[in-house]
């Protein structure tokens, strides 16, 4: 038998078998025996490479199809008659059967090395103190949610390091005040010295915990998000029964967690948001899909703000939910979150618009608008972000939130963009068909939502796109340059006299907002134009001076006094999005490039989801 065996072998070793004693045969058998055992075992004890175990594991995963409707898909086409139909590439990949859903979990665990790998050369990076996130990405089949870390190039811009640093220190002091007064409370009363709830998060706590995690990260605050990862282990419990805002805990609990995941590796976070992903989805339980705005997070009951045009829901909110549940599709491989909101924007892509608009109220039972009140700041704002962000988040993959965000854009112009008498560009409200020539702080994203997507417009409308950003972003500039405090108003108007000031004392607080600083770094990384900066800097002074108090930072009631009065809240939205906005418009362009990366609506990093021969795209039966 043994001769058989190895004169079929094609090594042609048959005839020099039959020279040799059996003796000698059976040595030079157990020899080579031996010599194969150890060539293939080695292969288990090499180190362990990513690139090695990569070529190993990603030999047999399938060839995924095209995208669809996108024309532009890294894969190759389907033949004709292929079995995979092409489907919407952002709902994410998902695996057919447990041998597939095990590959991917292997995967990840490589992956999440290959980060935190990362994460210690840029701890252990003594001269610079921050963490800072490449643009790279881990080249797998998981490639787009594998962002590695790598130390920063130090800018050779002396102001640049030192005005980051100086936002740094602010972090850290309001991080160490609330640390301290108010710990594991929502925010911080700075006056007072004690927590602050917020009708907002229903029974949920820590909102300023999880809304600070990746701005912790990022700025190398390593102490500090050590601490803030042991309370989300120990603390964080969704096990509440109240009500909670379904947009609010949505854009800062689960984007706050996602992102944490996403630059730390750290399952507890995806874990986390995943449990809480699970317990909002109720809040799509309507006769139309569009979700409730109010969900009880125990029994699963949702309702809508009395207030909100007859029980209706709000278009920011309904439609800012997208990004965080497309990426809790990736994480978890469930598609339901995907196709949660999935539904929401085809319902409203059917949906008849008066003059291309869409007004801030939907009725969730009807299906109908509710008054025609427009808005691009507060209960419309978002949405539109959303649209051109998911388009930038699915690699340019997604073409109904293209098609969609310059349909609403080219409406928006027509209808609401104006001009002051003193040549000011802003943006109107729409009541009914008539322009409130009002403007709000929160409007003041829309410059850098118009820079971001500049690139895209249809048409050579791209240079248009980038006037129109400059030109509302100068406008909310001087908003803030004509009040005592240089911090700007909550709304201001440009009629009876008034060009870009409040005229109303409810509209002249300040609650330390990020948008105008947001679009400031945007419009910097875009086009480098150093005014920017400098009008970032004014707001860092500014924020000194008038909004710092002894134990953290406060709002203030009215902008225009040079003797403001504090509102006694540091909310939480000003470590995850102010302060980290000026941060990275002081940091070099490959921190968080927008070539990799995507802010969701709180600033919390998500990012591009990346689309490879690899992945296999879910088909339209299933």
Not at 142 to 151: D, V
Not at 239 to 247: A, C, M
Request: glycine content about 10%; proline content about 4%.
């Amino acid at each position: 038998m043994i001769r058989k065996l190895c004169s079929g072998s094609g090594l042609g070793l048959g005839s020099r078998f039959g020279s040799i004693r059996l003796s000698q045969r059976f040595v030079f058998l157990i020899f080579l025996s031996a010599l194969i055992t150890v060539c293939f075992g080695a292969i288990f004890f090499l180190p362990d490479s990513l690139r090695l175990r990569r070529f190993f594991l990603l030999s047999t995963d399938p060839q995924r199809t095209d995208m669809a409707g996108s024309g532009q898909g890294l894969g190759p086409r389907p033949a004709a008659g292929s079995s995979h139909r092409q489907t919407e590439p952002h709902i994410g990949s998902l695996w057919r059967g447990k041998e597939d859903r095990l590959r991917k979990e292997s995967l990840l665990d490589l992956i999440r090395q290959g980060v935190t790998e990362g994460e210690h050369r840029v701890i252990n990076n003594s001269e610079s103190g921050a963490a800072a996130v490449s643009g790279g990405l881990v080249e797998t089949s998981n490639s787009h949610y594998a962002p590695s870390l790598e130390p920063r190039v130090q800018s050779a811009d002396p102001d640049a390091r030192s005005h980051r640093e100086k936002v740094k220190e602010m972090m850290k002091f309001a991080w160490d005040n609330y640390r301290r007064y108010a710990w594991g409370t929502n925010e911080l009363k700075p006056l007072s010295k004690n927590g602050h709830a917020s009708g907002l998060f229903g029974g949920l706590l820590g909102a300023t915990i999880v809304d600070s995690l990746d701005t912790l990260f990022i700025m190398g605050l390593q102490e500090e998000f050590r601490e803030a990862r042991q309370w989300v282990e120990s603390n964080l419990d969704f096990n509440v029964n109240g009500e909670v805002s379904l947009f609010e805990v949505t854009i800062r609990f689960v984007g706050g967690l996602l992102s944490a995941f996403y630059l730390t590796g750290d399952e507890l976070f995806k874990m986390k948001a995943i449990e809480l992903g699970e317990k909002l989805l109720p809040a799509f339980n309507s006769p139309t899909g569009i979700p409730w705005a109010l969900i009880n997070l125990r029994s699963g009951v949702g309702r809508n703000w009395g207030w909100a045009s007859g029980g209706s829901s709000i278009l920011a909110e309904f439609g800012t939910l997208h990004l965080e549940f497309v990426h809790l599709s990736e994480v978890s491989g469930n598609p339901k979150f995907a196709e949660k909101v999935m539904g929401v924007r085809k319902f409203l892509n059917r949906l008849e618009k008066p003059h291309g608009l869409y007004p801030n109220y939907l009725s969730p039972v009807t299906g109908h608008w509710g008054q025609h009140h427009v808005s691009i700041g507060g209960l419309g704002d978002s949405f539109y972000e959303y649209l051109i962000k998911s388009w930038l988040m699915s690699d340019k993959t997604d073409e109904e939130a293209k098609t969609m965000y310059y349909e609403a854009l080219q409406a928006i112009e027509t209808n609401l963009v104006r001009k002051s008498a003193s040549g000011l560009t802003y943006i109107a409200e729409w009541r009914g068909g008539i322009l409130d020539h009002k403007m709000g702080h929160l409007a003041c994203f829309s410059g850098g939502m118009l820079a971001m997507g500049a690139d895209d417009a249809p048409g050579d409308q791209s240079k248009h796109y980038m006037e129109l950003a400059a030109e509302i972003t100068a406008t909310c500039h001087e908003s803030y340059q004509r009040s005592a405090t240089k911090l700007g108003p909550e709304a201001f108007r440009f009629d009876g006299g008034a060009d870009a000031v409040a005229t109303r004392m409810n509209d002249k607080y300040y609650i330390l907002r990020p948008e105008v600083v947001e679009t400031y770094m945007h419009l910097w990384r875009f086009t480098h134009d150093p005014r920017y900066r400098e009008w970032g800097w004014e707001a860092v002074q500014a924020l000194e001076q008038h909004c710092r108090v002894e134990a953290g930072f406060s709002g203030i009631r009215d902008v225009y006094s040079t003797l403001p009065h504090h509102d006694d809240v540091q909310q939480s939205f000003f470590m995850a999005e102010t302060l980290k906005y000026l941060y990275v418009l002081f940091s070099e362009d490959e921190l968080l490039s927008p070539e990799h990366w995507v802010f969701n609506t709180e600033a919390h990093p998500l990012p591009v989801i990346r689309r490879n021969t690899q992945e296999q795209v879910i088909t339209n039966d299933q």
